[in-house]
């Protein structure tokens, strides 16, 4: 069995979403963006893997983590971003300030529409 075979304890999280085969799947598109750009980035060497599972792993134990494995991905992102930030290659506040117009997007998008930064009801009002 090679080691992209092998199966991860992870699997086995209640709360982690699963194909009806019961392979884990992505809860939403944002989780495989951010996948992808981890992957990524560690490909361009801006990260080693081991300094990648070190930020996740603490993560995925911070004291107040779901147990049941449903916020992987919220541990997921906090983890790249806290591992750019610690590496200088992304500031927090310009990540926190991201984060902040991204909610404001979603939340002025009507349903049903994709969620665009653009929608961001203080970016507009600046760009007017």
């Not at 392979?23 to 992808?36: G, Y």
């Not at 998008?109 to 203080?122: F, Q, S, V, W, Y």
Request: aromatic share 8%; with cysteine.
């Amino acid at each position: 069995m090679s080691t992209c075979e092998t199966t991860s304890p992870l699997v086995q999280s209640v709360g982690l979403p699963k194909s009806p085969e019961g392979a884990p799947v992505f809860p939403e598109p944002w989780a495989a963006e951010a996948f992808a750009m981890t992957v990524y980035l560690h490909e361009r060497g801006l990260f080693s893997w081991s300094e990648w599972a070190e930020a996740l792993s603490t993560e995925v134990h911070r004291p107040g983590r779901a147990e049941d494995g449903s916020d992987y991905f919220d541990c997921w992102v906090a983890a790249l971003s806290g591992l750019l930030a610690a590496k200088g290659l992304a500031d927090e506040e310009t990540i926190l300030a991201l984060q902040h117009s991204w909610q404001r997007a979603a939340e002025a998008t009507p349903h049903g529409r994709p969620i665009e930064l653009a929608n961001d009801p203080l970016l507009a009002s600046q760009q007017a």
